[in-house]
């Protein structure tokens, strides 16, 4: 599997961008789905994931209700949503996938067995 992450940008505070996930490969649309982001001088966190199957997403609590995960199965895509972005949003975003997780413990810190590289976000003030 690989892992194309595309549709970061520099934008405003308030404002809205939607980052892509595209997955090769048949095992993508079998396997869960997750973003993290990295700022500087920080710690990878995780942001959000998805089930293979799409029905159930998980989300850090610091962007739950703004941002929203999904994916469509038929083109091999995973989104991420994100509404009302704050500066403190800023960070290189990376979607990863594989392994397997449970519960939001599992999908939060987990091992991921693909990682694509990462899209570069940033909110201004």
């Known amino acids: 599997v690989q892992l194309q992450a595309s549709g970061g940008g520099l934008v405003q505070a308030g404002t809205s961008l939607r980052l892509t996930c595209a997955g090769s490969?048949?095992?993508?649309?079998?396997?869960?789905t997750a973003w993290f982001r990295q700022a500087p001088g920080k710690d990878r966190e995780f942001v959000a994931a998805?089930?293979?199957?799409?029905?159930?997403?998980y989300y850090a609590d610091s962007v739950k209700g703004r941002f929203t995960v999904s994916r469509d199965r038929a083109k091999n895509t995973v989104y991420l949503q994100m509404n009302s972005l704050k500066p403190e949003d800023t960070a290189v975003y990376y979607c990863a996938a594989g392994g397997h997780f449970i519960d939001y413990s599992g999908y939060a810190t987990g091992e991921y067995d693909y990682w694509g590289q990462g899209t570069q976000v940033t909110v201004s003030s």
């Open positions: 490969g048949r095992r993508f649309s079998t396997v869960a």
């Open positions: 998805i089930t293979s199957t799409g029905t159930t997403t």
